[in-house]
């Protein structure tokens, strides 16, 4: 049995105590937040509290706040060899207090309180400064039926980086095009099976080779009218960068 402490009431914390909580092999001693509110509702279920000082013993403690509040409340933490993780993409291993032993649980998926996910669908990326607890995070993972991969700090940031590109920056993209459609009373569930297709086919095909579209063809025809149409927006800036980095990309001439 792996004990846990969560601490944290956010979109992570949340989806991974409903996890935890289901596990067999698994046990919330605690639900720590700074604010009650958001944890009361489970009471029934866990032991809540807003009081670092009242913390019970486990065998991890996963920090799962805001990036910029890890460092402090790590250093606030009131004990001294323990496994203390956190879960960011970003944050360093070092940047948490020296007095635990150091780790990174980072679930590389996109969560939001409301959205259902299931853990198998969640990679989690484990560094830790040493072999056994890197052991222990592997086997929480795998009581939650996740695939665990043991990342260094650079390939973490890496992975993050790549991460804002393929999810927030395409959502930003997902919006630009419901506005483009809303403008024109256009429903943009139409688009919806070309967004499914398009993530679709790079489980097959490298991104490179998926690529289609006016300025993999340099159609200039096509991407005048477009331009043309964007003219006074500010997603015209945003046209003209994505279409000059697809033609660089596939060996066409810049805009
Ligand atoms: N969301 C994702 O898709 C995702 C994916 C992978 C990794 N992560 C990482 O997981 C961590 C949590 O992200 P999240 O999206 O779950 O955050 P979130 O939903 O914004 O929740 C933030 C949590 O941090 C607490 N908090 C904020 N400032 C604090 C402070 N100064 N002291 C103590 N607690 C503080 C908040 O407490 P209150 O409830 O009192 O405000 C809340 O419980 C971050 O490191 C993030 O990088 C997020």
């Known amino acids: 049995m792996i004990s846990v402490v969560i601490l944290g009431a956010g979109n992570v914390a949340t989806h991974l105590f409903k996890a935890f909580y289901k596990a067999e092999n ?8 700074r604010t009650l509110k958001s ?35 790590s250093e606030q933490l009131p004990f001294e060899n323990k496994l203390v993780v956190h879960t960011s993409g970003s944050v360093g291993l070092y940047d948490l207090d020296k007095k635990n032993h150091r780790g990174v649980f980072y679930p590389l998926q996109t969560f939001s309180k409301d ?24 086997l929480l993972a795998e009581s939650i039926n996740s695939k665990s991969y043991r990342v260094n700090s650079e390939q973490r940031s890496a992975l993050h980086l790549a991460a804002v590109f393929v999810n927030n920056f395409t959502n930003q ?19 919806k099976p070309l967004i499914l297709e398009t993530a679709n086919k790079i489980q097959n095909l490298s991104p490179f080779m ?6 993999k063809r340099n159609d200039k025809k096509t991407i005048k009218k477009h331009l043309k149409k ?4 500010p997603h015209k800036a945003i046209y003209e960068m994505l ?13």
Request: hydrophobic share 40%; proline share 3%; aromatic share 8%.
């Open 115 to 138: 959205a259902t996910i299931g853990f198998e669908n969640v990679p989690i990326c484990i560094e830790t400064a040493n072999k056994n607890d890197f052991k222990t995070l592997k």
């Open 230 to 233: 964007l003219e006074g927006s």
């Open 39 to 73: 944890i009361d509702f489970y009471k029934n279920m866990v032991d809540v509290t807003d009081s670092l000082s009242s913390l019970k013993p486990a065998d991890i403690y996963i920090i799962a706040v805001s990036d910029d509040a890890i460092m402090k409340l």
């Open 243 to 255: 279409t000059n980095s697809i033609q660089k990309t596939h060996g066409r001439k810049k805009l």
């Open 210 to 215: 998926a690529q289609t579209g006016p300025a």
């Open 173 to 191: 993209l997902y919006r630009i095009g419901h506005e483009i459609t809303e403008s024109t009373s256009t429903e943009f569930d139409i688009l």
């Open 26 to 33: 698994i046990v919330v001693n605690q639900w720590f937040n």
